[in-house]
T-cell receptor, first 112, second 113 residues
Framework: NAGVTQTPKFQVLKTGQSMTLQCAQDMNHEYMSWYRQDPGMGLRLIHYSVGAGITDQGEVPNGYNVSRSTTEDFPLRLLSAAPSQTSVYFC???????????FGNGTRLTVT | EDKVVQSPLSLVVHEGDTVTLNCSYEVTNFRSLLWYKQEKKAPTFLFMLTSSGIEKKSGRLSSILDKKELFSILNITATQTGDSAVYLCAVDVSGAGSYQLTFGKGTKLSVIP
């Protein structure tokens, strides 16, 4: 009964490095999304997907790419990390007709 | 621009107290309002409200929505230390072809023994 699994839990990058944050869910949810959470800013939507092969931008998409090749997986790619991307990243999923999101435990990313 | 504003931003109460958390919103397309509880890690879903005046209840927690005045409240009675968390309010602003939640900044509740 894993739910939404995010890896890694922590990551430190140098400016300009790239990396992929992994997200997998085992609930057969159509909807998957990535949020970032910064102090005083709340949760902000980066990208989301309503099914395999379909992705769309959220409120703060710049600097991030996503793809959805399967229902289960929704990786988030940082192509060239910047200090402004230091944040806690949450992946969340739900059925398409529900907004009762199930969140992963988050990835704390620091870019130096 | 869609806005969701929560108040207060933080609150300290004693065990046994009753608290009321507020969430007001100004959005172009309202579908529903949701409450989440965030302890150390992942937010967990509490309630989804779509209709005005209908109270949702789960144990000591309850919530109600006023679509005319554009706000919702979350009540917690007989608070316990385990209620200490950040409570997040979100509005589903999904429209044609888009599926998005707009979150408020949260209310940090601390319950002291």
């Amino acid at each position: 009964n894993a739910g939404v699994t995010q890896t890694p839990k922590f990551q430190v990058l140098k400016t300009g490095q790239s990396m992929t944050l992994q997200c997998a869910q085992d609930m057969n949810h159509e909807y998957m999304s990535w949020y970032r959470q910064d102090p005083g800013m709340g949760l902000r939507l980066i990208h989301y997907s309503v099914g395999a092969g379909i992705t769309d931008q959220g409120e703060v998409p710049n600097g991030y790419n996503v793809s959805r090749s399967t229902t289960e997986d929704f990786p988030l790619r940082l192509l060239s990390a910047a200090p402004s991307q230091t944040s806690v990243y949450f992946c969340a999923s739900s059925y398409l007709d529900s907004r009762a999101l199930h969140f992963g435990n988050g990835t704390r990313l620091t870019v130096t | 621009e869609d806005k969701v504003v929560q108040s207060p931003l933080s609150l300290v109460v004693h065990e046994g107290d009753t608290v009321t958390l507020n969430c007001s919103y100004e959005v172009t397309n309202f579908r529903s309002l949701l409450w989440y509880k965030q302890e150390k890690k992942a937010p967990t879903f509490l309630f989804m409200l779509t209709s005005s005046g209908i109270e949702k209840k789960s144990g000591r927690l309850s919530s109600i929505l006023d679509k005319k005045e554009l706000f919702s409240i979350l009540n917690i009675t007989a608070t316990q230390t385990g209620d200490s968390a950040v409570y997040l309010c979100a509005v589903d602003v999904s429209g044609a072809g888009s599926y998005q939640l707009t979150f408020g900044k949260g209310t940090k509740l601390s319950v002291i023994p």
